[in-house]
């Protein structure tokens, strides 16, 4: 029987990051989690019935660490996908790297969408449909193809339209299920796909994947400074966090005319784009990629982009995008695309 939102005897959607303390009253808005450091010592804990209960429960290191460490032994690259700024095509850039590496057909790819309040990768992947099966073994991922599966949250709502209405408590323990109950098996590589912003999301995936090992993180951008704004605060959260930055993409450089497939810079790079960035802060930059409208359609009728439009300047830049990941993680995957 696949997991369902209103099967909370199935799925345990409340999973705290460690096992929490019973309240005795609803958590304040600005709660840092029963389970936290800070718990009954912060500023939003002063007047809050459960103070003493939670300055005295016990702290330490997540029990479920060494599970999720032991379920994910046989992947071989672990890959984060993050932007500052919603909107700049993250979801889409996750979208076209796993079907990237998917042309392999020697390689195997996970996809987990960790948007919990926006997961569109099932709707881009074709599979907006599919519900997880649960066996012995644990949850089964969705299969887009014989090598490519996906996890979301999309798949566990009783209706498309449904809203994911969650303080962060409840998304840390799905992320936590996605990485601890999923059976991903063997396979090259595991694509993350987080929200945008450094929250709840982000540091949940850091402190589960940290044991295991995470090759790196991919930052997209738009050129237009108002992105780079929130992109210079993604770097310092992943050199705060010890994430090692595997590069900048800077997507919708440019806009691709459907006719004459000549490329015009819609969204001007005032201060010189996510390359002129990569140079300031010593990142590798990964190659920029334009604006093509028939990677919406795409997305939108959940195709591969890849074979649908193999002539399109959009697709060539994306193949040498993947290349130069690859090259970062130490994979040629150049010739396979």
Not at 136 to 156: D, H, T
Not at 180 to 208: A, F, R
Not at 250 to 271: D, L, P, R, Y
Not at 274 to 281: G, I, M
Request: glycine share 10%.
């Amino acid at each position: 029987m696949a997991p369902s939102l209103e099967e909370p005897t199935a799925v345990d959607i409340d999973a705290p990051l460690k096992k929490a303390p019973s309240l005795v009253a609803p958590e304040p808005e600005h709660c840092p989690g029963p389970t936290s450091e800070k718990a009954g010592q912060s500023d939003a804990c002063a007047g809050c019935p459960n103070q003493k209960i939670c300055a005295s429960a016990p702290k330490g290191p997540d029990p479920d660490i060494p599970l999720i460490t032991s379920r994910l032994s046989g992947i071989r690259h672990k890959l984060l996908v993050l932007s500052g700024k919603g909107g700049v095509g993250k979801s889409t850039f996750s979208a076209m790297l796993a079907y990237a590496f998917a042309s392999d057909p020697d390689a195997t790819v996970g996809l987990m969408d960790t948007d919990i309040c926006g997961p569109s990768i099932p709707k881009m992947l074709g599979v907006e449909q599919e519900t997880i099966h649960i066996s012995n073994a644990g949850w089964s991922p969705v299969w887009v193809g014989e090598n490519l599966s996906v996890m979301s949250v999309q798949f566990m709502l009783p209706n498309r339209d449904d809203a994911v209405i969650w303080r962060g408590p409840k998304k840390n323990g799905l992320i936590k299920q996605f990485l601890k109950d999923v059976e991903w098996g063997d396979m090259d590589y595991l694509i993350v796909d987080t929200p945008p912003g450094t929250s709840d999301e982000h540091l949940s995936v850091n402190s589960y994947l940290k044991e295991s090992g995470v090759d790196g993180a991919i930052l997209v951008t738009t050129p237009q400074e108002v992105s780079l704004l929130d992109v210079r605060k993604e770097i310092d959260f992943c050199r705060k966090a010890g994430i090692k930055i595997i590069g900048i993409v800077e997507n919708m450089s440019g806009f691709v005319c459907g006719k004459c497939k000549n490329v015009s810079q819609i969204f001007k790079a005032t201060t010189g784009g996510a390359r002129q960035l990569a140079k300031e802060t010593g990142i590798p930059f990964l190659g920029a990629v334009p604006l093509d409208p028939r990677i919406g359609m795409a997305c939108d009728y959940g195709e591969n982009f890849f074979d649908n439009f193999p002539d399109s300047p959009a697709c060539q830049a994306l193949r040498d995008v993947v290349s130069a990941v690859g090259t970062q993680i130490g994979e040629d995957v150049g010739m396979e695309l």
